[in-house]
């Protein structure tokens, strides 16, 4: 098993730009997550899905959006990039939403919105 | 307002010592706690959790303790080794449908 896997790793873009973070997992997980990691910050929810087509608001969510059209992939689209939205993203999955379950990340997406 | 706070952004311990990782949370619903370690270019991975019904888990050279009435936790890694160098995320949730809360990290350099 790959896990969950994200591309691109790295990705420099332009204020107002638009683009899609890719995640996709291989462990047959119901639950999928965004996160967002500013430097010296922990990791704050942007948005996250129970389900093939249901996605939910997480903690940080403007600027973004989010859909889920298989269990496998869920990308991360940013419309317009600011520069406050630079920062690294990180996608993970869980099997279900049983609050002890774990969640498993993939190894993170750096952007720099200049 | 940060619902879990990790007040050492650093700490440094010699190889085979005791390393010692702090967490206090503020939010008395939450019920389970985690311990995820991150190195530099890798996402967080699980270590070790507890629920609030234990006041301590093991799990070889890592053991949770949890103090309830502190609100506190801490993450004890005995003996350290080099490769326990890392940064150490806590976080903690409650028992309903909400999201994971992340303390921002402590980073340990364990020295040989």
């Known amino acids: 098993n790959a896990g969950v896997t994200q591309t691109p790793k790295f990705r420099i873009l332009k204020i107002g730009q638009s683009m899609t973070l890719q995640c996709a997992q291989d462990?047959?997980?119901?639950?999928m997550y965004w996160y967002r990691q500013d430097p010296g910050m922990g990791l704050k929810l942007i948005y996250y899905s129970v389900g093939a087509g249901i996605t939910d608001k997480g903690e940080v969510p403007n600027g973004y959006n989010v859909s889920r059209s298989t269990t496998e992939d869920f990308p991360l689209r940013l419309e317009l990039a600011a520069p406050s939205q630079t920062s690294v993203y990180f996608c993970?999955?869980?099997?279900?939403?049983?609050?002890?379950?774990?969640?498993?990340f993939g190894p993170g997406t750096r952007l720099l919105v200049l | 307002d940060q619902q879990v706070k990790q007040n050492s952004p650093s700490l440094s311990v010699q190889e085979g010592r005791i390393s010692i990782l702090n967490c206090d949370y503020t939010?008395?619903?939450?019920?389970?706690f985690l311990w995820y370690k991150k190195y530099p270019a890798e996402g967080p991975t699980f270590l070790i959790s507890?629920?609030?019904?234990?006041d301590k888990n093991e799990d070889g050279r890592f053991t949770v303790f949890l103090n309830k009435s502190a609100k506190h936790l801490s993450l004890h890694i005995v003996p350290s080794q080099p490769g326990d160098s890392a940064v150490y995320f806590c976080?903690?949730?409650?028992?309903?449908?909400?999201?994971?809360?992340f303390g921002k990290g402590t980073r340990l350099s364990v020295i040989a």
């Open positions: 993970a999955s869980s099997y279900g939403g049983d609050y002890q379950e774990t969640q498993y």
């Open positions: 507890i629920s609030s019904i234990k």
């Open positions: 939010n008395s619903m939450f019920d389970y």
């Open positions: 976080a903690a949730r409650d028992s309903g449908n909400t999201p994971l809360v």
């Open positions: 462990m047959n997980h119901n639950y």
